[in-house]
């Protein structure tokens, strides 16, 4: 007898619902299941069976039955442990154990334990998401899965379960199943983000600066400074001037979170933004993504968020040079034989180095050992190409005795928040029609920056100026409007005006064209 039921196959952030075919026929006792599966699912057939054997039912590899699991369609590579569920069921309901049910209305995923429980799994928000795009009436799956579920669900019924047996029941009739009440308030209390406070960093000025218009358009910094001068704080409280999250960014986010397997058990929605840090020893897999079966990476984990790379030359070149493709289109795509996948990597870009090998280059009181050459050889671990694609490039140096005993102003960093917020949300008044779906000024491509960011003949003529003088590139010039954008945001102004073009060109050329960087 022929039984079919419904799964889904998660391909990077999407998931394609896969038909579940299995024959219950006469023959030699066997159990295969075919459809290009990977070892977890072919490893199934053991959890399958031992899970229906201790439903008290005639376990699969006990019976002297031929039997063919078909994983359509075949052309697509499956993997991972979430068709246990639908396999076992498929299984029951061809070998005429339980009674039929309408197949074409639920979608199944769950990985069964030896004793027949429902095991939490990875990606349900993408699942979720495929039930209601192809028509599915309801989706059975793991209790523990249920509020993650519940996030987008606006057509389909959630139905969250502990083991077999209940799914049994309530396909039957005899388990009478109500959807829990779910308010997503509860998981979106605003807790601080990191013990790090902007307003703890003392001097600073021209950093802090530089941060304040990143976090106002999304721009890319690069700090350069001595040990000790305070990059990494100035990194880490970053995040705290960040407008929180929209619904629709900590969907995005939590999305990612999910098909990794990197959501909390506690709360099923990603509502801070991520702080990603990886060390600087992190493979080119490990910071991208990929694998045996591609995973989203450390640039794809920051979506929406913040990637600091403290010792930027410290990282492997291959490991930077695959930061330029996701630094210019907001996504990476990862290339592999079998397949291909793309996943969103629209993050803040935060980087720190030191100047030299020694760390003292330019230092007002230690001096720099460093040979002439070891520094050089030094800053071309960093290319230009990437540095081009670094829209803020600042000095950070030590501050001074009295700088460190001065008290901050709350009020100036309320201040400079409600600034951030205000310039923000011109942006997105601004790009509300633009077909592309950009957020911020750095998102915009060179149509848009023709149409958003026009210039009066002063600003022309500086903009010139800086291009031939400094030999810049037009990525460079299409990125200083961008900031000038920016600025001119922050400002509350209209238009572009030449002080905000004069700021934006000192951000961009930085460190690459004053001394003692050069």
């Not at 990194?235 to 407008?243: E, G």
């Not at 897999?285 to 920051?302: D, F, R």
């Amino acid at each position: 007898m022929l039984a079919k039921t419904f799964s889904v196959a998660l391909k990077g952030l999407d998931s394609i619902p896969i038909e579940v075919e299995v024959d219950v026929s006469n023959g030699m006792q066997s159990f295969n299941i075919v459809g290009l599966a990977d070892n977890a699912i072919k490893e199934s057939k053991e959890r399958i069976s031992s899970a229906i054997r201790n439903l008290g039912s005639q376990s699969p590899l006990r019976t002297n039955k031929k039997i063919v699991v078909n994983l359509a369609p075949a052309n697509i590579k499956k993997t991972g442990s979430n068709y246990d569920l639908a396999i076992a069921l498929g299984y029951l309901l061809a070998s005429g154990q339980i009674a039929p049910f309408n197949f074409n209305k639920i979608l199944f995923i769950g990985e069964l334990s030896l004793e027949g429980e429902l095991k939490p799994i990875s990606g349900v928000i993408s699942f979720t998401e495929a039930a209601e795009q192809n028509g599915f009436q309801e989706i059975i799956l793991p209790w523990q899965n249920i509020n993650e579920a519940m996030l987008i669900r606006k057509t389909i019924k959630v139905v969250g379960l502990k083991n077999l047996k209940e799914v049994i029941d309530y396909l039957e009739g005899r388990l009478n199943y109500q959807m829990p009440e779910f308010n997503l308030e509860q998981f979106l209390n605003q807790e601080p983000q990191s013990e790090l406070d902007f307003s703890q960093i003392k001097g600073q000025e021209l950093a802090k600066r530089a941060l304040i218009i990143a976090a106002a358009g999304g721009h890319n910094v690069l700090m350069v400074g001595t040990p000790g001068s305070g990059k990494t704080l100035l990194a880490k409280s970053f995040i705290n001037i960040l407008p929180p999250l929209s619904f629709e960014e900590s969907l995005e986010v939590t999305k990612i979170y999910s098909s990794a397997g990197l959501l909390s058990k506690n709360t099923p929605i990603i509502h801070q933004r991520p702080f990603r840090a990886p060390h600087h020893s992190a493979s080119l897999v490990a910071l991208v993504g990929g694998g045996t079966h591609p995973k989203p990476g450390e640039i794809s984990l920051a979506h929406r968020g913040i990637l600091f790379l403290d010792e930027l030359p410290e990282f492997s070149r291959q490991a930077l040079e695959s930061l330029r493709q996701p630094l210019e289109e907001g996504r990476v795509t990862i290339a592999r034989a079998e397949d291909t996948i793309t996943y969103p990597a629209k993050f803040i870009l935060i980087a720190a180095m030191n100047p030299c090998p020694c760390g003292w280059l330019g230092d007002s009181i230690k001096e720099c050992n460093c040979s002439a050459s070891n520094i050089i050889k030094y800053k071309r671990k960093v290319s230009g190409p990437l540095l081009d694609r670094i829209d803020l490039q600042i000095r950070v140096d030590r501050i001074s005795f009295e700088k460190a005993n001065e008290k901050n102003s709350q009020d100036d960093l309320a201040e400079d928040k409600q600034k951030i917020i205000r310039a923000r949300q011109t942006q997105e008044e601004r790009f509300y029609k633009e077909p592309n779906g950009i957020l911020l000024n750095s998102e915009m491509n060179p149509k848009e920056i023709e149409k958003y960011c026009v210039l009066d003949k002063h600003c022309e003529s500086l903009l010139k100026n800086a291009m031939e003088k400094y030999g810049l590139t037009m990525r460079s010039y299409h990125r200083i409007l961008k900031i000038s954008r920016t600025i001119a945001d922050l400002d509350n102004k209209e238009n572009i005006e030449p002080l905000h073009i004069n700021e934006a060109i000192q951000y961009k050329i930085g460190v690459e064209n004053n001394e003692p960087w050069m």
